[in-house]
């Protein structure tokens, strides 16, 4: 899905995707990484927006366990 998106310039939608393989991987690092980037290029307070919020918000509560 990253791919498609990047590939149809969706820059921020391909970033939420990849954001969310590295969070069901169990990367949070990672998934925070490409979920910020999502965030970044995305309208604030959007749908994708909000998704890549969740994951930021996840991978931080995953990193203090």
């Known amino acids: ?3 498609a998106h990047a ?3 969706q820059e921020g939608l391909a970033a939420l995707a990849t954001a969310e393989r590295m969070m069901l991987a169990g990367r949070t690092r990672d998934a925070a ?3 910020a980037r ?3 290029q995305l309208p604030a307070g959007s749908p994708g927006w909000r ?3 969740d994951i930021v918000r ?3 509560r ?3 366990r």
């Open 1 to 3: 899905l990253a791919i």
């Open 7 to 9: 590939r149809l310039g």
């Open 33 to 35: 990484i490409h979920a």
């Open 38 to 40: 999502a965030q970044n």
């Open 51 to 53: 998704q890549a919020d």
């Open 58 to 60: 996840a991978s931080r």
């Open 62 to 64: 995953a990193e203090t």
